[in-house]
């Protein structure tokens, strides 16, 4: 029965990190938004930054909607400094994804 205690403290761990967002938006990040390819027509390409993030903890797979979100808000705060606009260049896969980068407003 002890050794059961330290596997299930182990084990409901990692599942309250995994419900857990570890990726927070910076404020500087609240400026850029994501938009789908058809809406920046006249913005200005300024390059593209790829995220990744967990998708799994130990041997468990993460939330899909959790990592996606994760890689937005990462990829908001990382590009930042360069534009205002993301637009994803394909899917997430195994916790990374490409964004395309923007400056939309002048």
């Not at 390819?37 to 790829?50: F, I, K, P, Q, R």
């Not at 998708?55 to 890689?71: C, F, G, M, Y």
């Not at 400094?81 to 260049?89: K, P, Q």
């Amino acid at each position: 029965m002890r050794k059961l205690l330290p596997l299930s403290f182990s084990l409901s761990l990692l599942l309250l990190l995994s419900a857990c967002s570890l990726v927070k938006l910076t404020r500087q990040g609240e400026n850029v938004a994501i938009l789908q390819s058809n809406e920046v027509a006249a913005c200005t390409t300024v390059g593209t930054t790829t995220v990744s993030v967990l998708d799994k903890i130990a041997a468990l797979n993460r939330s899909p909607s959790k990592v996606a979100q994760e890689l937005r808000v990462l990829a908001r705060n990382r590009s930042a400094d360069r534009g205002d606009t993301l637009v994803a260049v394909g899917p997430p896969d195994d916790g990374e994804q490409t964004f395309t980068v923007y400056r939309c407003r002048r």
